[in-house]
């Protein structure tokens, strides 16, 4: 008998059928299921687009205030002098990173091209990590499906991959919150107080690396204090607090003034919403002439007469800030609404599958706001994007799920 034309086009062009192909598949799966290969893909990922970014635009450290910091640090001269001509203790930044970026000029130069590259290696470490933490947090809360696509797709997004070029805190900022997150929510009355205090141990790394990192685990604590985990919330908290401490109290002693962790609030807001004239890398030296407390409390208040003498401005800036951190980065076109769109789906699908929606919401809800009052770029939302991944995943897979269930239904 004659071939059918469909099975002889197969065979012309060797395509496996049957238990050949099924084997196949089922090894590639194996193999995208895999931890370490997922890691390794993410990490060469990052590698290669770095590697093409620096051949037109060299890493280099600029006007860095991290790296400013540390140069000081380096040379025995404290946490200090952010900015050029500047001296004296400084808590502009939180002192982690800064510390990090000492350890590296100490090994490969100050403010060197070798320290440029240590550190953007660095950030393709903490950001190939990260995708191991997105894949565990989709598979432990939206299921395995979930937790593979939103791994993958965190390895394999060109707008992440550019992130480590950034020489700032904001891939650390992104793994730590995500671990954080992905720790907490394990946690549950049963929990040993070990664990607790554990978990406090991150949160309170994340506030000496970034504290706006803090803002969603007080509604944290308290969802998990009325879940009867009042003991264990209490540890965590105490730990936080007293890990955050002794900075505090540097601050106290160094500057006089009481500064939890960092100094720049009100200049930040003041730079956002009046002027950028007087930002210390300029050309003003009005931080250098006031130093670092006058000039917070300076800007403080002429931020504040300018909100209530044109409110309108203010809000108007706002919103704008707002429709921006969500809907960026620009260069990317529709990237970052189709992102946020997917969240947003997948927090949807999340609540009525009575998933955990209303944690994931919470760091999404809370941790922009000051954001929105400040200032708006691509990597300050970069923290939270792990949870959008994990959340995206879970909408991409369960919508591939009605789809299946949709096309079996046509066909009986």
């Known amino acids: 008998m004659p071939r059918e034309p469909a099975e002889s086009h197969r065979q012309s062009l060797m395509i496996p059928t049957g238990p050949i192909a099924s084997n196949k598949m089922g090894r590639v799966l194996t193999l995208l299921r895999r931890p370490v290969f997922l890691f390794l ?11 093409v970014i620096v051949a037109r635009s060299p890493v280099w450290w600029g006007m860095n205030e991290a790296g400013g910091i540390a140069r000081e640090l380096v040379h025995g001269n404290g946490f200090a002098s952010p900015f050029h001509d ?43 990590v990260t995708a191991l933490v997105v894949r565990q947090l989709g598979t432990e809360h939206f299921g395995e499906s979930a937790g593979l696509v939103a791994g993958w797709a965190w390895a394999l997004s060109p707008p992440l991959a550019i992130m480590p070029w950034l020489l700032w805190e904001t891939c650390l900022s992104a793994l730590v919150m995500s671990f954080g997150l992905l720790r907490l929510l394990r946690l549950n009355k049963a929990s040993p107080i070990p664990d607790w205090l554990f978990c406090g141990c991150i949160w309170s790394f994340a506030a000496l690396l970034n504290p ?14 009325w879940k009867r985990c009042l003991i264990g919330s209490a540890a965590m908290i105490l ?32 730079f956002g919403n009046v002027s950028f004239s007087l930002h210390p890398t300029g050309d003003s030296m009005a931080y250098q002439r006031e130093g670092e407390i006058a000039f917070a409390a300076n800007l403080r208040k002429r931020v504040i007469d300018s909100v209530r003498s044109n409110p309108a401005n203010f809000f108007r800036l706002t919103r704008q800030r707002v429709i921006a951190f969500w809907t960026g980065p620009s260069p990317f ?15 949807v699908l999340a609540g009525f599958a009575a998933r955990a929606w209303f944690s994931f919401s919470c760091v999404l809800m809370l941790y922009p706001l000051v954001y929105y009052l400040t200032f708006t770029f691509a990597r300050y939302r970069h923290p939270i994007e792990p949870l959008m991944y994990a959340l995206s995943g879970f909408a991409l897979s369960e919508l591939a799920t009605y789809g299946k269930r949709w096309r079996a239904r046509e066909d009986r």
């Not at 706006?212 to 204090?225: D, K, M």
């Open 41 to 51: 893909v993410a990490a060469f990922f990052r590698f290669v687009v770095l590697s």
């Open 86 to 128: 500047s001296t004296g203790p400084t808590a502009w930044l939180a002192p982690l990173y800064p510390t990090l970026l000492a350890g590296i000029f100490s090994l490969f130069g100050v403010q060197t091209l070798a320290s440029a590259w240590a550190a953007a290696i660095l950030n393709v470490l903490f950001s190939s």
């Open 212 to 225: 706006a990192l803090l803002a969603p685990l007080p509604i944290l604590a308290l969802r998990a204090i």
């Open 239 to 270: 730990i936080c607090a007293l890990g955050v401490a002794p900075w505090t109290t540097r601050n106290v002693l160094r500057l006089h003034h009481l500064v939890p962790v960092r100094s720049n609030f009100w200049p930040e807001l003041f």
């Open 333 to 347: 076109g529709l990237y970052g609404a189709l992102l946020s769109l997917a969240t947003l789906t997948g927090i």
